[in-house]
Structures are given as C-alpha cells and as structure tokens.
C-alpha cells in the first residue's frame, strides 16, 4: 500500500477546552455546510462584563462527565422536537444532523447550556471552534452528552481504500486494531476524508489522550512534509502504548516481556519470528532493535543470513558480551 499523502492532516481541538479563549469565529470558520447559515454573534463568556452564572450543584460526576436531570434543562427545541434530556438531545443530533450543526455554529446550543451548566457550555464551545470536521464535530457533541458511547467506524470499501467496520468501547480495543490490521489503520487514519470516520478523533481526544497526543505528533511530522512509513510510525506508537508486553503477531495474544521470551517461543512459531525480523517497520523489529535492547547489533542481523540459528546465535553472544 502507497503511503502517498495529499493535503493536510488538521482534526481535534486546537488546544485543552480550559484553556480555550471563547471568542467570535467571524470568519474563520472552515468551508462546507455552514457557508449557508446566519451565524449570531456569540457572547464572550469569558468577558468580565459577561460574568458566568454558577454551575449547578452535581451537574458533573466525579468523572467529569454531564449529569443532569429532566428538570434542570431550560426549555428548548430542535426540529419541533422539545429536549427533556440528554437522550432527547442526543436523538435529534442523530436523525437530524444538518440543523443540529446549525444550531452548533450558529452558538444556540452554547447558549442554552449556559442557563444550566457553564462547564457544558464551554466544552460546546470549544467543539465548535475545533478543528474538527462537521461530521467530527456532531460525533464530539454525541460523545459529550453519552461519554459512554462507542466509536464506530463503518466499513470502507472506496478503492483503494479496505477497512473497517470497526466498534470499539476501550483503549485496548483499539490497540489490538493497531497492532494487527496496521496498514488499515494508516488508510483510515490519514488517508480518508474525515466524514468516512467521524467518530475516531473526537472518542480518543476524550478517552485516550495520549494516543491523541501521539497521533498529533505524527500529523504534524506529515503536515511539515516529513511523510514517514506511517507503518511503522504507528507500531512504534503501538510499542510505547503497550506496557510492559507486546504481542508480535498479529492475531496471536502471544506475549513478549524481554528477550527471553523470544528464545523460548514454541518452534511452531519461530517462523513468525524471523518473518517478523525482516521487516524493518513490524512491531517485533523495531522492539527488539530498540535502543534499551539490542540496536548494537542491527547491523549484524542485517549481513546475516536470517535464519532461527543466526537470530539465537547473535542474542547468546549479545547476552555472553
């Protein structure tokens, strides 16, 4: 698969949401749908003419997440539809997103917060002035108000694109895509428009920040025109997110704690293992030729010929030395 690149790479917020100076968008706001929409001017809530109500008691858990009852919600429509709750809301931005975006960038949805909750507010505002997509930024509202939502990523199959669907509800699950379907992963994460997985960067920005903080990085290296093989820029963020262990092969929970293990790999297997080291972007190479293990000796593995004696011939004399 090409790892050719075209364009920018720019999703998730620009910054943390409190740290985020709520402003008028004017006109810099993004192309697309809202081209057509009347935007209301906002009000600088953090203005000190402007000074914010209180939060309401319990209005977040302990967690930090939204919690509210029937009977705190202002009185508020969208599509003929009243909001009694959260569920409602989250209804209405599901079976109609172009008004729901509306109401989004337009700042009803910030204002109507405000009345009840200001934490809610800001964190609606700071979704509308990301750098999310449309579609990302409706993903990022849904997973505010139900935070235990999971990331979906319908199928692709738009030449020469093949991945997904894909439904995850933890890290861990993401991290088993990552290590096994690697090559899909770089397709969905840099090669497709946004609105083919809407709901990607919105769900780790908010449950898995170092990985967002990882793959932040990494788009920066492309937008700077330092376009590396995503495969291995991804398993090498896959090794640092892994702990403790990794698991080589894919579709295999076989684990690796140190250099130990891979001597003692069942023989059925130690094919997987030279297969693996002669891939300079698998997981196996790049963790076993790091700089806490054996890089020393990468240049001798590389005049070798690769075979299971040759690999625990270099490991003993690494050891012996």
Not at 225 to 254: A, C, H, M, Q, W
Request: hydrophobic share 35%; net charge negative.
């Amino acid at each position: 698969m090409s790892n050719d690149f075209h364009g920018e790479v720019k999703t998730g917020l620009s910054k943390s949401p409190d740290l985020i100076t709520y402003r008028n968008p004017g006109e810099n706001n993004k192309p697309g749908i809202k081209n057509s929409l009347n935007k209301d001017k906002l009000t600088d809530y953090t203005h000190e003419t402007h000074p914010m109500p209180e939060i309401l008691p319990g209005a977040y858990n302990n967690a930090g997440f939204i919690e509210s009852s029937t009977d705190k919600l202002p009185e508020f429509r969208i599509a003929d539809k009243e909001i009694k709750s959260f569920a409602d809301l989250i209804s209405v931005i599901e079976t109609v997103p172009d008004l729901s975006l509306k109401y989004l960038l337009s700042g009803v949805l910030e204002r109507w917060a405000v009345q009840f909750n200001t934490g809610l507010a800001r964190d609606i505002i700071s979704i509308k002035n990301s750098s999310y997509d449309d579609t990302e930024k409706l993903s990022a509202l849904l997973f505010l108000f139900d935070p235990s939502r999971p990331c979906r990523v319908e199928e692709c199959r738009f030449s020469p694109y093949n991945f997904g669907p894909y439904t995850f509800s933890e890290p861990d699950d993401f991290l088993e895509l990552l290590r096994n379907e690697p090559e899909q992963m770089v397709e969905m994460l840099f090669m497709v428009p946004a609105y083919l997985r809407p709901d990607f960067y919105p769900w780790i920005d908010i449950h898995y920040m170092k990985l967002s903080f990882l793959l932040g990085k990494l788009r920066d290296k492309i937008n700077k025109g330092l376009v590396p093989d995503l495969v291995e820029e991804l398993n090498v963020i896959y090794i640092s997110l892994s702990g403790d262990s990794i698991r080589p092969f894919k579709n295999s929970t076989y684990e690796l704690y140190g250099i130990k293990d891979i001597i003692n790999i069942p023989e059925h297997d130690r094919y997987r293992v030279i297969d693996g080291l002669k891939q300079h972007n698998s997981v196996l190479y790049l963790w076993l030729f790091s700089e806490n293990r054996m890089s020393h000796v990468k240049g001798q593995w590389e005049s070798m010929d690769k075979t299971w004696h040759n690999l625990m011939a270099l490991i003993n004399s690494d050891h012996s030395s």
